[in-house]
Every structure is written in C-alpha cells, then in structure tokens.
C-alpha cells in the first residue's frame, strides 16, 4: 500500500484546525486513498465507524444525495449521538449548493470535515476572506519521483555483494526514473502491476498496453468530467486543437493571443475570449498549469509573459506519444511540480541580461535553478546560463540564496563550485528527502 506520508501530515496538522480542510488536485491523483488512509488512523484512534460519515459524490450509487439538503439530511439522521462527527466529502463540486451544507455543518461544533475537489472552479465562488476563514486547502498531486521510487524499489536479496548491491541500486533507480517519466505519477496506473517492477525486472508488453490503456482512460475522464461537462464545452473539436498547440509548446512562452493566431492559421477563426474561457477550464481541471515569470530585480510578475505545464506528465504522453528521446519539457514539468510540493511557488526569472529557467520562492527562502541538456552539446547555452547565476552571486540581494545547475541525464555526480553553485543531476534532485 503507497503511503502518502507528506500529504497524511498535512491532513494530521490541518485536524486541528476548526475550519473545513480541503484536498485540492487533478481526478485520479490519489485524494479518495488519501481520505481512505486518514479513515484507517481514526479507526485506530478508537473512532467509532458510526462516528465517521463519508459521501463518495462519484459513486454510481442511484439513491446517493445529490444536493445539499438531501446532504443535510443524511448527515443529520447519522449524527445523533454525542461525540465528534468526521465528515468526508469526495468530489463534492457534483453537489449542487454544498458550500451552504459545509457551512451549517461548521456552525455545529461536533463536524470535523474533510472535502476533496477536481476542479478549480470551486475554489473561486464566494468571496476569497471568507473562503480562507472557512476552508483550509492541502493542493495534492500525483505521485513525485521520490514516491513512486519508494513504493516500486526493488528488494535486494541478503548476501549479496557490495558491488552487486550498488550496480543494483543505480540501474533501479535509472529504470524507474525512465518508467516516471513515460508514465507518470497517477497511482491508478500501476495499480496490480507491482510485481513487473520488482527488482531490476523491465515491463513486459502486456503491462505497458495496460498502462496505455489507463492513462487514456484517465485522460478521458478528466476531460469529460472536470472540463467539458463542468465549463458546459460545446466545441469539443477547438477544444482539442487548443490542446494540441498547447501540449506542444509545454515550457514555452505563450498566451492566449499567440493561441488564436495559431487557431486562426488553422482557418479556426475563433475570438481570444472563446479561446481563454476553454484555456481556463483546462487550467481549473488542473490539466493546465500556468507560471509566470518574475522580474528578479524589481520583484513584479510580467502578466503577458506566461509558461503552461500540465498537472501530469503522463498526459503529455498520452495526448503527443512518448518519443524516443526523453523531451526537456517533461523534464522541466516534472522538476516544477516537485518543486511545488515541497511548499514553493515556482516562476520563471528574468535579469536585465540573462534569464533563470526557474525562480523558487518559499517565505524567504529563494531557490534558481538552471537545466542543463548536455545532450544537445550546446556548450554556448550552458556557459550563458552559468553566467546568470554568477551574477546573482554577485548581487547581495540574492548572493546568500542557494542556485543549482540540473543536468538532464543519469549523471549521478554532486558537487559544488567555488562559486557556491551546486551542480546535480535531475533524479538526485528529486530525491532529496532533506530541505533543499
């Protein structure tokens, strides 16, 4: 069983607080095992079962309640013992008016209550002090690379040499790195198929055609459920275009504007505002992500200077093909979403001259991180890039801040410059447990 332990001690600490806790994140990343996993440790607390009401709101179950009131209800003629209630609410966007059930239920004392969403969309009704005085929000996604690794690490049998051991250890760890990268971080995708990752064993083609198989329906679900039928799309086809476009320029600058023109070039001759509302229900089911990038020196974000990620990798797959050659930009957006979960807000960096491929920022701690392709043996780009972060040594502003270089490859070499520059490979970095 994966144990989500990050996500178990947000949803631990958040327990105390009175307000409504919130589980936020793409379908299938994994919120109703969370929910499952918290139910499990109030059981052995010694919480009665009947102390302990769920809603699974995607349930097919035809007498389930699907407004707020029938909600009410149930949860009324349940609750009528002394003690604490924990109440758990999965999907509840399919509830019609559940934010007035969630705050009658906040009024009575005896409610501990837990919800998970799909889509962003949620997040934005009701005005925001409220929201935050009510809610309290854990953003959740699909399994890191040091996750998956830890749940897939291949068991190495007593006795066996030093060297064995260590040979075993390094090819393990560059397989699995290589099966993350093809297939993401949705725990649903590997579920039964533990025994074809065990030790240094490949997947076979009946795995991988599962696989394939799962991650389409999961793509398809997301799509129907958290995007088409929740911003009422009518024009599937342009939806899909925009999609495609997007997908393909992952990493890059872009915008709406440049989205259009490119739809326009496809003789799709679609206004800007259509064209945003369909790139905005992309980013609420959290397919999309957007970053923006920072002006270092001034500290202002530039608006129309805009990156989009896709909430799994595995997606990008799924909508482009997997290619021979693992793609920078999966890379990147593996980088960025690790980067997110260890609680920092990620941008891109922008100096007078030079440019920082990502800007972490977490209360005052900053972290630059520059990528390295040393397969393009573009020798120009990585000299530049260096350059960059020398400069920001040299600026007393940020001088003390950690900086990094990330080689794309299996590298697995660690070291540090005289100029206070870390040099690492992208798998180390995604594996350090300690605080980067």
């Known amino acids: 069983m994966l144990d989500r332990s990050g996500y178990l001690d947000c949803i631990r600490t958040a327990g105390t607080e009175t307000r409504a806790k919130m589980v936020a994140g793409i379908r299938h990343s994994g919120k109703s095992f969370l929910f499952y996993q918290f139910i499990c440790e109030l059981r052995e607390a010694g919480i009665?079962?009947?102390?302990?009401?769920?809603?699974?709101?995607?349930?097919?179950?035809?007498?389930?309640?699907?407004?707020?009131?029938?909600?009410?209800?149930?949860?009324?003629k349940k609750s009528g013992k002394s003690g604490k209630y924990y109440i758990f609410f999965d999907e509840i966007q399919a509830v019609s008016g559940w934010e007035k059930v969630?705050?009658?239920?906040?009024?009575?004392?005896?409610?501990?209550?837990?919800?998970?969403?799909?889509?962003?969309?949620?997040?934005l009704s009701g005005n925001e002090a409220v929201r935050e005085k009510k809610y309290v929000l854990i953003n959740f996604k699909p399994l890191?690379?040091?996750?998956?690794?830890?749940f897939f690490a291949p068991e190495i049998k007593p006795g066996c040499g030093l060297l064995h051991k260590a040979m075993a250890i390094k090819n393990s760890k560059c397989n699995h790195f290589d099966n993350y990268v093809r297939y993401g971080g949705f725990p649903a995708v590997y579920s039964g198929l533990c025994d074809a990752y065990a030790g240094l064993s490949g997947i076979g083609v009946e795995e991988i055609e599962t696989i394939n198989s799962r991650l389409n329906g999961i793509y398809s679900s997301?799509?129907?459920?958290d995007v088409i039928r929740r911003a009422n799309i009518r024009n599937v086809e342009l939806l899909e275009h925009i999609i495609d476009i997007i997908f393909l320029n992952i990493g890059k600058v872009n915008s709406a504007k440049k989205i259009t023109e490119s739809l326009r070039k496809k003789h799709?001759?679609?206004?800007?505002?259509?064209?945003?509302?369909?790139?905005?229900?992309?980013?609420?089911?959290?397919?999309?992500?957007?970053?923006?990038?920072?002006?270092l020196l001034t500290g202002k974000l530039m608006r129309t200077n805009v990156t989009y990620f896709i909430g799994d990798h595995a997606l990008l797959n799924t909508v482009t093909g997997i290619r021979d050659r693992i793609a920078e930009e999966i890379l990147q957006n593996i980088l960025l979403h690790d980067l997110e979960r260890r609680g920092y807000t990620v941008y891109?960096?922008?100096?007078?001259?030079?440019?920082?491929?990502?800007?972490?920022?977490?209360?005052?701690?900053?972290?630059?991180?520059?990528?390295?392709?040393?397969?393009?043996?573009?020798?120009?780009?990585?000299?530049?890039?260096?350059?960059?972060?020398?400069?920001?040594?040299?600026?007393?502003?940020?001088?003390?801040?950690?900086?990094?270089?990330?080689?794309?490859?299996?590298?697995?070499q660690f070291r540090q410059e005289d100029g206070g520059i870390l040099y690492v490979s992208l798998q180390n970095f995604l594996l350090f447990t300690n605080d980067i």
């Open 222 to 225: 997301i799509l129907l459920n």
């Open 348 to 412: 891109s960096g922008k100096l007078r001259s030079g440019s920082i491929d990502f800007f972490a920022k977490r209360a005052n701690t900053f972290l630059f991180l520059q990528i390295i392709d040393r397969a393009t043996g573009n020798e120009n780009i990585l000299k530049q890039k260096i350059e960059t972060l020398n400069l920001l040594n040299s600026m007393e502003m940020f001088s003390s801040q950690k900086k990094y270089v990330l080689f794309l490859d299996a590298d697995d």
């Open 102 to 123: 969630v705050n009658t239920l906040l009024q009575r004392r005896k409610f501990d209550i837990y919800i998970s969403i799909s889509n962003a969309a949620v997040l």
């Open 268 to 295: 799709y001759k679609k206004n800007l505002s259509l064209v945003h509302k369909y790139i905005k229900a992309l980013e609420n089911a959290f397919i999309l992500k957007k970053m923006y990038c920072c002006n």
């Open 144 to 150: 890191s690379f040091a996750e998956y690794k830890k």
């Open 48 to 76: 009665d079962d009947d102390h302990i009401i769920r809603f699974n709101f995607e349930s097919k179950v035809l007498d389930l309640p699907r407004t707020a009131r029938e909600v009410e209800a149930v949860i009324n």
